[in-house]
């Protein structure tokens, strides 16, 4: 139906107005939220990633969603890498991962294929999996703000992501814990892990690229001001500045207070209670906020294919 006005002119007709100009962007109703678990995480419904990367109002009311409820999941997110790499560098600025290949057509989004047919197109041959608790890439000076994940492709069964609250794994802590901790840093690397297996050589050139990063073991999140506890077992090697020379006996009465602390500490993302747990499906997104949550892949999938495309929001060096 064609709106219409009257004019003001003296034959009183009525004279059609044009139609308004509505972008395909706009969204007709409020984007539906499903909380997924008590401590983390919300289904968002109603809500085209690819067209909420053209409508500011959507990405507002996303981040603060992401803020809160700390992952988002998005079902039926039939988007092209592209509009991936878009919808996702609408939060900050992305980055390559600095140890993995990019995809082709979206060069900053990373590869996680596993069992793939090595005769077909796209072919990456990786054998290490992510079934341990870890934020990524910590052992940079300014780990990655978050991470925006698809399924390409996953298992008939198996192959879950799960992800853990930090901020409340450090709320639960006993106040004699939260007393120990405060002040500590901690250090961050990847030798031990990407790089064990080289030749001494190229491990040592490749760890001098990537020397590794400290860390306060409380962290103060950059927008919420919630306390984080942020240390994680594939990272984190060891603490900083831990001194304790009032209880100190013999020699070896001093390193093993600190190995128990910190084994204690990175064990808090295992908590159930903490933590959401989600099966994918085709065309799902994740997407998480890496200073608040950690995240573990279920390898429980065999040889059957996975197909996943991440996309790295940059951070800024933590104080």
């Known amino acids: 139906m064609t709106a219409t006005t ?5 034959t009183s007709q009525t004279t059609p107005m044009a139609p308004a100009i509505i972008r395909p962007s706009v969204r007709q ?23 909420a990367a053209q409508d500011p109002d959507a990405i507002a009311e996303i981040r603060a969603l992401w803020l809160k409820h700390k992952v988002l999941f998005f079902r039926d997110q039939n988007i092209t890498p592209m509009e991936q790499q878009n919808f996702a560098a609408q939060f900050a600025e992305l980055e390559a991962h600095p140890l993995a290949p990019s995809h ?15 005769s077909k197109p796209n072919f ?12 990524d890439v910590t052992y940079k000076k300014a780990p990655p703000r978050g991470a925006v994940l698809r399924c390409e492709m996953g298992p008939e069964t198996g192959g879950d992501t799960m992800w853990s609250n930090m901020v409340m794994a450090y709320e639960k802590l006993p106040d004699t814990i939260k007393q120990r901790i405060d002040g500590l840093y901690a250090k961050h690397s990847a030798e031990h892990i990407f790089l064990a297996q080289m030749p001494i050589e190229e491990r040592h050139a490749m760890a001098a690229k990537n020397p590794g990063a400290e ?8 927008e919420t001001g919630e306390k984080v506890l942020f240390v994680n077992s594939a990272f984190t090697t060891h603490f900083a500045n831990f001194f304790n020379f009032e209880d100190i006996r013999y020699g070896q009465d001093f390193m093993p207070e600190s190995h128990h602390l910190m084994n204690y500490l990175t064990s808090q993302a295992a908590i159930p209670e903490y933590q959401v747990r989600l099966k994918w499906r085709t065309n799902t997104v994740a997407m998480w906020d890496n200073l608040q949550v950690q995240h573990y892949a279920v390898a429980d999938y065999g040889n059957a294919p996975r197909k996943m495309l991440r996309a790295t929001l940059a951070g800024t060096p933590l104080v």
């Open 29 to 51: 109703h409020s984007i539906t939220v499903e909380i997924c678990t008590p401590a983390i995480g919300a289904e968002l419904s109603n809500i085209s990633l690819a067209d």
């Open 124 to 135: 990456v041959e990786k054998t290490s999996r992510e079934n341990a608790w870890h934020v």
């Open 215 to 222: 860390h306060p073991v409380v962290l103060i999140h950059p």
């Open 104 to 118: 082709p057509e979206a060069d900053k989004l990373l590869m996680l294929y596993r069992n793939l047919d090595p």
């Open 6 to 10: 009257l004019t003001q002119d003296t």
